[in-house]
């Protein structure tokens, strides 16, 4: 591959926001809506950065009931905002951190809020309000409440508007307190980049799980949304993973199952895999011995995508050592093992080869490295071993060779990634877990590298 298609694929990756937790700097304006019966005088909207209001972008405006008015912010060059909106009578609420350049509108309604007190232009820090707690921006642009208090009830129905580069294929929204996703609210309906779906849902419950899989089979997920406070929820692919299995929410064969691997670092049970494997399960399974032991989820990290689950194991398992120095090089061999497309394949345990093609992922993460050994979903979270049997990262993901296709017209091949062993061991050291490590200086053949995997390497059940 050459240089300049490198450049242009972690350019693509950075724009559709593969591991970089920071938006693309774009225009924050948004409409804001007032669903409530009260007035609003003010509007103050605040890099998060900033510790003071700023002027009220209102000026001599106000927003009455039911009017929508288009809020310009004065930095023009940020994307996380606070925003303060002040009611006639005194009432305010806030949001903290909001992604405006992911939202295109905001719905504001005089709910149960902290008296605000007065705002003075050109403003003192967070009038009336500043030891409200906000929630971040959920990625994909719904604005979440950062202070105010949310109706228990009401209308969730909201405008599903697609933001990404791909089609959406299904649609799953469901109560928050329900453990499942329920039926595919798109029906026999498709979603192409760019437009909008009303979702009719039932009056009641305010607070959704809200998902969405895509053409390619990866699944992007809004977990505790206020959507009796919000006209529409955009999702923009930047928080899209790969489901376990190619499998929505709702899982694979209609059994409301999806699949991942993970592997023991420990001799008392305790497991590696990705946190996107047990991301919304209601119960979460280990095949183990031709059974399923129910697993705990004892850590997650969410940026490295990594978890660390444990099971009761009285008796103690076999378990996988990482490598010791010298570290992995671009160029070693490695071997996958892995449960992948188990629907599909229904063959066990898969192992495959290749090698390390790089030691950074897209945009030159370094918490990622690069394989060329081939993974579908369900590999997710397997171990990526050197050719002595050690570990030395954690199969995370794939690059999207169709999209790439259709955009370069050149179809990639064997481009796929690990995290690091550096990082997983970080993350086991900071959950106290004492894993061991081993020597590598003795290869052995790749089949007797995968042989030595079966001891270690399992399938995770996440039931949804």
């Given at each position: ?6 450049t ?15 938006a ?32 009220d ?9 039911g ?8 930095a ?77 009830s ?18 799953f ?16 309906r ?22 969405v ?60 895999t ?63 093992s ?43 979270g ?6 002595a ?19 370069t ?50 399938q ?5």
């Amino acid at each position: 591959m050459n240089g300049k298609l490198g450049t242009f694929l972690a350019a693509l990756f950075l724009m559709l926001g593969a591991w970089q937790p920071a938006a693309a700097q774009t225009d924050p304006t948004f409409d804001l809506l007032n669903a409530g019966a009260v007035t609003i005088e003010q509007v103050f909207v605040s890099p998060s950065s900033d510790d003071n209001w700023g002027r009220d972008v209102l000026g001599a405006s106000v927003i009455r009931p039911g009017a929508t008015q288009r809020i310009r912010p004065f930095a023009r060059n940020e994307c996380l905002f606070d925003i303060r909106v002040v009611y006639q009578g005194g009432q305010s609420e806030v949001r903290r951190r909001q992604n405006l350049c992911q939202i295109s509108q905001m719905v504001f309604r005089a709910a149960p809020a902290a008296p605000g007190g007065s705002s003075v232009p050109g403003g003192s820090s967070v009038p009336g309000g500043s030891s409200v707690p906000g929630g971040s921006a959920t990625p994909g642009g719904t604005a979440t409440p950062g202070g105010s208090a949310q109706p228990a009830s009401g209308n969730p129905s909201f405008v599903l508007v697609n933001r990404s580069p791909r089609t959406i294929q299904r649609l799953f929204a469901s109560p928050s307190r329900d453990r499942n996703w329920g039926v595919d609210r798109l029906g026999s309906r498709t979603l192409p980049p760019g437009q909008r779906f009303q979702v009719a849902l039932p009056p009641g419950d305010c607070e959704w799980d809200v998902a969405v899989v895509y053409d390619d089979g990866q699944r992007e997920e809004r977990r505790r949304q206020p959507l009796c406070s919000l006209a529409e929820v955009a999702f923009t692919g930047a928080g899209a993973a790969p489901s376990p299995e190619g499998s929505s929410p709702g899982g694979g064969s209609g059994s409301g199952t999806a699949f991942g691997t993970g592997f023991f670092v420990t001799r008392e049970g305790h497991l590696l895999t990705n946190a996107h494997v047990v991301q919304g399960c209601s119960r979460t399974m280990v095949a183990l011995d031709g059974g399923q032991l129910p697993a705990q989820i004892l850590r997650r990290d969410e940026r490295n995508d990594l978890a660390l689950l444990r099971i009761d194991v009285p008796r103690g398992v076999a378990f996988a050592r990482f490598r010791a120095a010298p570290s992995i090089r671009a160029g070693d061999g490695i071997v996958v093992s892995g449960f992948p497309l188990p629907s599909v394949l229904q063959n066990g345990l898969n192992i495959t080869t290749g090698n390390v093609s790089a030691m950074s992922g897209i945009g030159g993460n370094i918490a990622l490295m690069q394989i060329t050994a081939p993974v579908q979903p369900g590999n997710s979270g397997g171990p990526l071993l050197d050719l002595a049997g050690n570990v030395v990262g954690v199969v995370v993901s794939k690059l999207n060779a169709q999209r790439v296709f259709q955009q370069t017209g050149d179809l990639p091949q064997n481009i796929n990634f690990a995290v690091q062993g550096a990082v997983a061991r970080l993350f086991l050291d900071a959950a106290g877990v004492r894993y061991q490590e081993s020597s590598s200086e003795t290869e052995r053949k790749a089949a007797d590298v995968g042989d030595l995997s079966r001891a270690f390497t399992v399938q995770i059940l996440c039931q949804r």
